[in-house]
């Protein structure tokens, strides 16, 4: 089977750190893959250029398109893919009409009319496949596709590096500094998390806002900003507790990063989240903006030990079941099967 990847994604975020994991463990099947991508990442092209997998690249440029629909020509012409699969609304302006089966993937609630010559559309939760079918996609053409995450093991990281000592509760919220991440809320929460200290991986726009806020609530010397890291592995290893605010978040790929390396997890009721984590079995949920409620949770899992094993457990077991790699192998070979028999 011969898949084409469209990915016209941001420099970082969630989506594009998944499409890079799907790619991997596509290259461990019999397949063959090409990729089309922005120029806008080298760390996701080093990556992928490392599995011997031709990519080009291509600007997805919204008011001039034509050089990238000449790429995507061109490769479907030469390529000859049983499936093109289009990551995300951007890339899907740029599906064609032709043999191949062409599949709509959603990381959000996009329009299916952003994937305009796609039969198949794929949601990353059910909730999304119920949107989708909801905006008139036929039942039959749409489907559930988990991401998942697998790290290898990680040493943790000197804490001194970001002047952290060694012997404090350790707080890792791994995000884009986006209005939609709560941020801001897990900032007013460490006020009443007095023993922990904070690190936030991310880069985005409320960068300076939010680094103001810390100094106006005097949490300089416990909240470290990281900026954009590639090595979560190491990051997840050396930290006590995940924190994962989101007001908006689809599904939430921490989540299950977090079950993974077997670390408790504290997040908010977004969509995603809402709809895999039970409240003190897999992991401690409150509702968006309450930062009574998120302090609180953070300090029962800091404090009560036989709390966080339990959690720690169920995490580990939900994702062993559902978010392994070899999980997601099975079903997404079973997907690409199944939308090219119908």
Request: hydrophobic share 40%; glycine share 6%; with cysteine.
């Amino acid at each position: 089977m011969k898949i084409l990847h469209l990915m016209a994604g941001d420099n970082n975020g969630g989506a594009e750190t998944f499409f890079v994991d799907a790619v991997k463990a596509l290259a461990e099947t019999e397949h063959q893959q090409r990729v089309i991508t922005r120029d806008n990442n080298p760390y996701k092209i080093q990556q992928i250029r490392s599995l011997d997998i031709p990519l080009d690249t291509a600007s997805f440029g919204k008011l001039i398109p034509f050089s990238t629909m000449k790429k995507v020509k061109t490769a479907i012409h030469d390529f000859k893919p049983d499936i093109v699969h289009h990551w995300m609304g951007r890339a899907g302006q740029y599906s064609l009409e032709g043999d191949q089966v062409n599949i709509g993937w959603y990381g959000g609630y996009y329009k299916p009319s952003r994937f305009r010559h796609c039969k198949h559309h794929v949601g990353v939760t059910k909730d999304i496949a119920d949107h989708i079918v909801r905006q008139g996609v036929p039942a039959e053409n749409v489907h559930v596709l988990h991401i998942y995450a697998e790290f290898e093991k990680a040493a943790p990281i000197d804490r001194a590096e970001f002047d952290t000592p060694d012997d404090v509760p350790l707080l890792l919220s791994l995000s884009r500094l986006h209005v939609k991440k709560g941020l801001d809320v897990l900032l007013e929460a460490m006020v009443k998390v007095p023993d922990a200290y904070l690190w936030i991986a991310g880069s985005g726009p409320l960068e300076n806002e939010l680094k103001a806020q810390m100094k106006a609530l005097n949490l300089e010397d416990r909240v470290r900003f990281l900026g954009w890291r590639n090595d979560r592995e190491a990051l997840l290893a050396t930290a006590d507790v995940c924190v994962f605010p989101s007001r908006y978040e689809p599904f939430g790929a921490v989540v299950i990063e977090a079950w993974a390396t077997e670390k408790p997890l504290v997040t908010a009721k977004a969509a995603g989240p809402k709809a895999y984590v039970q409240n003190e079995e897999n992991g401690l949920i409150v509702e968006i903006d309450d930062v009574e409620a998120l302090a609180q949770s953070i300090n029962r899992v800091i404090q009560d030990k036989d709390l966080c094993a339990h959690i720690v457990k169920n995490g580990k077991k939900a994702y062993d079941e559902n978010f392994t790699r070899e999980v997601f192998k099975k079903n997404v070979t079973d997907l690409y099967s199944s939308v090219l028999k119908s």
